[in-house]
Nanobody, 116 residues
């Protein structure tokens, strides 16, 4: 069955870094655009970053440009989110998403907390 399993979240101080991973299985990973979303308490889920099937193009929310980097390894069926210069407002549950035509899959999320 389809699985997206996020890992790498945790507690980090402002200015610190984390690297999130999302391991995919149960579908043809290389066909899918991959994205990271996040949802903070009391807020709507928002798109953080997207990467195309081959990794040739990426897009970022304005709030994370220059600080976050999305990448993928199709051989390992894994997508990553490198997060640098973290701020308290980056605190949220981060979700991995796979999308191809009408197919749309989500992971369970990983908590990222930025606090001193």
């Amino acid at each position: 069955q389809v699985q997206l399993v996020e890992s790498g979240g945790g507690l980090v101080q402002p200015g610190g870094s984390l690297r999130l991973s999302c391991a995919a299985s149960g579908f043809t990973f290389s066909r899918y655009a991959m994205s990271w979303y996040r949802q903070a308490p009391g807020k709507e889920r928002e798109l953080v970053a997207t990467i195309t099937r081959t990794g040739g193009s990426t897009n970022y929310a304005e709030s994370v440009k220059g600080r976050f980097t999305i990448s993928r390894d199709n051989a390992k069926t894994t997508v990553y989110l490198q997060m640098n210069s973290l701020k308290p407002e980056d605190t949220a549950v981060y979700y991995c998403n796979a999308r191809w035509w009408d197919y749309d899959y989500w992971g369970q999320g990983t908590q990222v907390t930025v606090s001193s």
